[in-house]
């Protein structure tokens, strides 16, 4: 069954942005460039899920883009699927569009897939296996 992975909020600045949370208590667990997405992002353990804080590394990035058109705030939601390839393939046999076809590696080494919002109620959704799990 899946369960909330994280919630992937864009933002222009990292080190802005996570000083809230540090105000709360909370720490950084992670702090990584994923450069083909090109963003660095923060992880921020909140109970059993995270808090991913996402800043564009380009001006071409799609945090970027998402952020010159919305402004700064939630850009996701990720649930974690124990079988990523199986529920790829169920999504897509039921007819969801995906952003794209390919399981890609991100965050963490945790391989990963997005599903349109046009599929998932309005939200963009994040689909996220553990690294380690099955390849294709």
């Not at 899946?2 to 919630?7: G, N, R, S, V």
């Not at 105000?23 to 808090?51: D, F, Y």
């Amino acid at each position: 069954m899946p369960t909330i992975d994280h919630l992937g909020i864009a933002v222009k600045s990292l080190q802005q942005a996570r000083q809230f949370y540090e105000r709360l208590g909370v720490q950084v667990s992670k702090e990584e460039t994923v450069a083909h997405e090109k963003v660095k992002v923060a992880m921020l353990p909140m109970g059993e899920s995270r808090i991913e804080l996402l800043e564009a590394t380009s001006p071409d990035s799609v945090v970027a883009k998402f952020i010159e058109k919305r402004g700064e705030g939630l850009h996701h939601v990720a649930l974690h699927v124990p079988d990523l390839t199986a529920a790829v393939k169920t999504l897509k046999e039921s007819g969801a569009r995906l952003i794209s076809e390919e399981i890609k590696i991100g965050a963490g080494g945790h391989r990963y897939v997005f599903v349109h919002p046009s599929s998932a109620g309005g939200v963009l959704v994040e689909l996220v296996e553990e690294q380690g799990v099955k390849q294709i």
